[in-house]
């Protein structure tokens, strides 16, 4: 008897299994239908999911236990769109749900919020929004719901689920409220991530029982006391940037000596940095930038033997540069930038940092010769010692860095000329060397530069041709960019303030949406490693596309035709030859560049416009103005239907009509200023002195007479021998045909 109840209830539970696992798989059925009709072309790894197979945990990204019970589902990057799915909870035992990185709408379903069995949760990168009332869910251990749109306090319902957390992370949102006392009841947490919400009030006081503790970019308050961080503090990694804490910070972060990464950047503590800092052994990276640091860095620093990354930019600093910085041998990125110091960058050893990678001093008070020392640094990747007082010749030795990708020496004294041992730094992406005074010719050479597809040399006084050789540059960055994915140390040299924005001229179409978009520091930080990776500013495109490559030759004087060869320098989106002197013809060749913006503005070219700038379909920006450009104006520039910026004034030579129709008809007399044989029809609301006329027969009597026109002529011809090949010229022709117009109109009107 007892064998035969044993054998029923045996035969239930089995029974029972089955219809539960049948339950399972039917739900996950639904769900595959539901994502389907939800998003009917981009399927994720469901598609595959095979309703002949008798149990789902052979599915991709289904998991179940050993009684076969469908226990975790990860549906991470499956190009979801749309609501939150309804019918979670019908999988009881479901204990791991992964939808991060989809583009989920609307807000959390009442379903998800009945899975009590969930203890781990990541829903984020996706656009879900509302208030975020998870409460139910009292055995979570694991929740991850950052880069939505929620809002709200979270004090409100976040006790509730707190007891089993050990990770939390609702890093950007737009959540609010004091977080003082907000983890007080979460004894196993472990790692909590605040950034980038609306947190206000002071730091919870018992961080120093967490690992990482980062809240950086909020609007938290209050200064920082000595007894958060006592004996046996387990931090191990600290960030509260970007917050408004101040006061002097507490020497007592001695006594987190598991820390690795520590960064109090764009506070106001000001004072001493702590030296108990040199307490933390282990401590990696330190971010202090932007802060009212002071007086001198502690020697106790140097304790600090694994310190690869230090930023104290933007204090307080000054004077000569210490040896603290010399003796820390494990450096590979310093940043100095935006302090007041004038010297010892020889003396303080920072030279002869052999593992150094990056190096920044730019916006101090440095000055006399480069130092030559820097040749030496055969790992530097970054060299950016721009906004100083530096003089004398670039060092040709500079030729030895080898691995450099990123050359800034702008806006300092520098002169003599462009040494052609630069033509050896084959990895350099990025050159700048305007507002100096360099001299010379530029080098040929730097056509053997094959990675660099941001070159800057504007507001120098360079001089000569622009040698063929310069259009090879770019031509292949691929080995760079590929060498970054593979080791990405290059990216971490931006981590405060990113320079990369100064960098993009931003006054041009393109160039300025992506620095708007570097504006907000998280996205100029992602927005740079895409670039020096070689990806394009957004994650659709297309890899090794150098959309925002540029070349700008600006306020320089520069002679000679522009080489047809340019038209090969295929991975650049701007040209700015403006303000040289710059003669002959516009090759047809500039036709071929894929161009954002172009601007030959401010020179002595002649000739016709090549009708092969019509074909430039990209171009948003075009300044043809002050130059010599003669003949008709051609018809297919109409078909460039992206231009917002068109300047074609004082080439008074142009002759024929403006489009009334398309794309140049939507400019106005601003754009053609100065250019009297050009016939414009004026849209309503323009200034009736620029309107075309027609003159009848009987207006002839009152047009200058041949005497007139002799004698006017005459004079004419003495002028322009004179001021031929002078930026006068252009002024003079514009007066003379004005005048004549208005004088022959005058007479008409006043008859």
């Given at each position: 008897?007892?064998?035969?109840?044993?054998?029923?209830?045996?035969?239930?539970?089995?029974?029972?299994?089955?219809?539960?696992?049948?339950?399972?798989?039917?739900?996950?059925?639904?769900?595959?239908?539901?994502?389907?009709?939800?998003?009917?072309?981009?399927?994720?790894?469901?598609?595959?999911?095979?309703?002949?197979?008798?149990?789902?945990?052979?599915?991709?990204?289904?998991?179940?236990?050993?009684?076969?019970?469908?226990?975790?589902?990860?549906?991470?990057?499956?190009?979801?769109?749309?609501?939150?799915?309804?019918?979670?909870?019908?999988?009881?035992?479901?204990?791991?749900?992964?939808?991060?990185?989809?583009?989920?709408?609307?807000?959390?379903?009442?379903?998800?919020?009945?899975?009590?069995?969930?203890?781990?949760?990541?829903?984020?990168?996706?656009?879900?929004?509302?208030?975020?009332?998870?409460?139910?869910?009292?055995?979570?251990?694991?929740?991850?719901?950052?880069?939505?749109?929620?809002?709200?306090?979270?004090?409100?319902?976040?006790?509730?689920?707190?007891?089993?957390?050990?990770?939390?992370?609702?890093?950007?949102?737009?959540?609010?409220?004091?977080?003082?006392?907000?983890?007080?009841?979460?004894?196993?947490?472990?790692?909590?991530?605040?950034?980038?919400?609306?947190f206000t009030g002071m730091v919870w006081p018992g961080i120093e029982r967490l690992r990482q503790f980062k809240a950086n970019n909020n609007n938290l308050a209050?200064?920082?006391?000595?007894?958060?961080?006592?004996?046996?503090?387990?931090?191990?990694?600290?960030?509260?940037?970007?917050?408004?804490?101040?006061?002097?910070?507490?020497?007592?972060?001695?006594?987190?000596?598991?820390?690795?990464?520590?960064?109090?950047?764009?506070?106001?503590?000001?004072?001493?940095?702590?030296?108990?800092?040199?307490?933390?052994?282990?401590?990696?990276?330190?971010?202090?930038?932007?802060?009212?640091?002071?007086?001198?860095?502690?020697?106790?620093?140097?304790?600090?033997?694994?310190?690869?990354?230090?930023?104290?930019?933007?204090?307080?600093?000054?004077?000569?540069?210490?040896?603290?910085?010399?003796?820390?041998?494990?450096?590979?990125?310093?940043?100095?930038?935006?302090?007041?110091?004038?010297?010892?960058?020889?003396?303080?050893?920072?030279?002869?940092?052999?593992?150094?990678?990056?190096?920044?001093?730019?916006?101090?008070?440095?000055?006399?010769?480069?130092?030559?020392?820097?040749?030496?640094?055969?790992?530097?990747?970054?060299?950016?010692?721009?906004?100083?007082?530096?003089?004398?010749?670039?060092?040709?030795?500079?030729?030895?860095?080898?691995?450099?990708?990123?050359?800034?020496?702008?806006?300092?004294?520098?002169?003599?000329?462009?040494?052609?041992?630069?033509?050896?730094?084959?990895?350099?992406?990025?050159?700048?060397?305007?507002?100096?005074?360099?001299?010379?010719?530029?080098?040929?050479?730097?056509?053997?530069?094959?990675?660099?597809?941001?070159?800057?040399?504007?507001?120098?006084?360079?001089?000569?041709?622009?040698?063929?050789?310069?259009?090879?540059?770019?031509?292949?960055?691929?080995?760079?960019?590929?060498?970054?994915?593979?080791?990405?140390?290059?990216?971490?040299?931006?981590?405060?303030?990113?320079?990369?924005?100064?960098?993009?001229?931003?006054?041009?179409?393109?160039?300025?949406?992506?620095?708007?978009?570097?504006?907000?520091?998280?996205?100029?930080?992602?927005?740079?490693?895409?670039?020096?990776?070689?990806?394009?500013?957004?994650?659709?495109?297309?890899?090794?596309?150098?959309?925002?490559?540029?070349?700008?030759?600006?306020?320089?004087?520069?002679?000679?035709?522009?080489?047809?060869?340019?038209?090969?320098?295929?991975?650049?989106?701007?040209?700015?030859?403006?303000?040289?002197?710059?003669?002959?013809?516009?090759?047809?060749?500039?036709?071929?560049?894929?161009?954002?913006?172009?601007?030959?503005?401010?020179?002595?070219?002649?000739?016709?416009?090549?009708?092969?700038?019509?074909?430039?379909?990209?171009?948003?920006?075009?300044?043809?103005?002050?130059?010599?450009?003669?003949?008709?104006?051609?018809?297919?520039?109409?078909?460039?239907?992206?231009?917002?910026?068109?300047?074609?004034?004082?080439?008074?030579?142009?002759?024929?009509?403006?489009?009334?129709?398309?794309?140049?008809?939507?400019?106005?007399?601003?754009?053609?200023?100065?250019?009297?044989?050009?016939?414009?029809?004026?849209?309503?609301?323009?200034?009736?002195?620029?309107?075309?006329?027609?003159?009848?027969?009987?207006?002839?009597?009152?047009?200058?007479?041949?005497?007139?026109?002799?004698?006017?002529?005459?004079?004419?011809?003495?002028?322009?021998?004179?001021?031929?090949?002078?930026?006068?010229?252009?002024?003079?022709?514009?007066?003379?045909?004005?005048?004549?117009?208005?004088?022959?109109?005058?007479?008409?009107?006043?008859?």
């Amino acid at each position: 008897m007892f064998y035969q109840m044993l054998a029923a209830i045996l035969q239930a539970l089995l029974i029972a299994q089955m219809i539960h696992g049948q339950s399972d798989k039917e739900v996950l059925v639904q769900l595959k239908n539901f994502l389907q009709v939800q998003n009917p072309i981009n399927h994720g790894a469901y598609v595959s999911w095979s309703e002949s197979e008798a149990s789902p945990c052979h599915w991709k990204g289904v998991g179940c236990d050993d009684a076969g019970h469908v226990n975790s589902l990860d549906l991470s990057n499956s190009n979801i769109a749309g609501p939150l799915f309804r019918n979670f909870s019908r999988i009881m035992r479901l204990t791991h749900l992964n939808l991060s990185s989809n583009s989920i709408t609307g807000e959390l379903q009442d379903d998800l919020k009945q899975c009590q069995s969930l203890q781990h949760l990541n829903i984020s990168n996706n656009l879900i929004g509302g208030i975020l009332d998870l409460s139910s869910l009292t055995n979570l251990q694991t929740l991850d719901v950052s880069q939505n749109r929620f809002q709200g306090r979270i004090d409100r319902n976040f006790p509730g689920i707190c007891g089993n957390l050990t990770f939390l992370s609702v890093s950007s949102n737009s959540f609010t409220g004091r977080i003082d006392k907000l983890f007080d009841g979460c004894p196993k947490l472990k790692h909590v991530d605040l950034s980038w919400n609306g947190f206000t009030g002071m730091v919870w006081p018992g961080i120093e029982r967490l690992r990482q503790f980062k809240a950086n970019n909020n609007n938290l308050a209050g200064r920082i006391s000595p007894g958060m961080f006592t004996e046996g503090c387990k931090l191990r990694s600290l960030n509260i940037a970007i917050n408004s804490l101040h006061g002097s910070f507490p020497s007592s972060i001695g006594n987190c000596s598991n820390m690795k990464f520590l960064s109090l950047w764009e506070n106001s503590f000001y004072g001493s940095i702590p030296p108990g800092i040199g307490s933390i052994a282990r401590l990696e990276e330190l971010v202090l930038a932007s802060n009212s640091f002071d007086g001198i860095i502690p020697m106790e620093l140097t304790n600090c033997t694994n310190l690869k990354y230090l930023d104290i930019s933007d204090n307080n600093f000054g004077g000569e540069v210490q040896d603290v910085f010399g003796k820390l041998t494990c450096m590979r990125s310093l940043l100095l930038q935006e302090n007041n110091y004038t010297g010892g960058i020889t003396s303080s050893g920072i030279l002869q940092l052999p593992n150094l990678i990056v190096l920044d001093l730019c916006y101090n008070q440095f000055s006399g010769d480069l130092p030559s020392e820097i040749s030496s640094m055969k790992n530097l990747k970054v060299l950016m010692l721009a906004e100083n007082n530096f003089s004398g010749k670039i060092p040709p030795t500079y030729g030895q860095l080898l691995r450099l990708q990123v050359l800034d020496l702008s806006f300092n004294s520098l002169s003599g000329e462009i040494p052609p041992d630069i033509g050896n730094l084959s990895s350099l992406l990025l050159l700048i060397l305007a507002g100096n005074q360099i001299s010379g010719e530029i080098p040929r050479e730097i056509g053997n530069c094959t990675s660099l597809v941001w070159l800057n040399l504007a507001g120098n006084q360079l001089m000569g041709q622009i040698p063929p050789e310069m259009a090879n540059i770019g031509s292949n960055p691929s080995p760079t960019f590929m060498e970054n994915r593979k080791n990405p140390e290059l990216l971490e040299s931006i981590t405060s303030k990113c320079v990369a924005v100064e960098w993009l001229p931003s006054s041009y179409p393109e160039f300025n949406f992506v620095q708007s978009l570097m504006m907000s520091q998280k996205n100029c930080q992602t927005i740079w490693n895409r670039l020096a990776m070689g990806y394009d500013v957004l994650p659709i495109s297309s890899p090794l596309r150098t959309a925002l490559g540029y070349v700008q030759l600006s306020g320089n004087l520069l002679s000679g035709e522009i080489p047809s060869a340019i038209g090969t320098m295929k991975n650049f989106s701007l040209l700015l030859l403006d303000g040289n002197r710059l003669s002959g013809h516009l090759p047809a060749e500039i036709g071929h560049l894929q161009l954002v913006a172009l601007n030959i503005s401010s020179n002595f070219i002649s000739g016709e416009i090549p009708s092969e700038i019509g074909h430039m379909v990209t171009l948003e920006s075009l300044d043809l103005s002050s130059n010599n450009f003669s003949g008709a104006l051609p018809s297919n520039l109409n078909q460039l239907t992206k231009l917002s910026r068109f300047n074609l004034s004082y080439n008074p030579l142009l002759s024929g009509n403006v489009p009334s129709s398309g794309q140049l008809s939507t400019f106005d007399e601003q754009s053609f200023l100065g250019d009297p044989l050009l016939s414009l029809n004026v849209t309503a609301g323009s200034s009736s002195d620029s309107s075309p006329r027609e003159f009848s027969s009987s207006d002839t009597e009152e047009h200058p007479t041949n005497e007139e026109i002799m004698v006017t002529t005459i004079a004419f011809l003495a002028f322009f021998s004179v001021t031929l090949l002078t930026r006068e010229f252009h002024i003079f022709m514009y007066l003379y045909f004005t005048a004549s117009r208005k004088i022959a109109n005058c007479r008409i009107i006043c008859t």
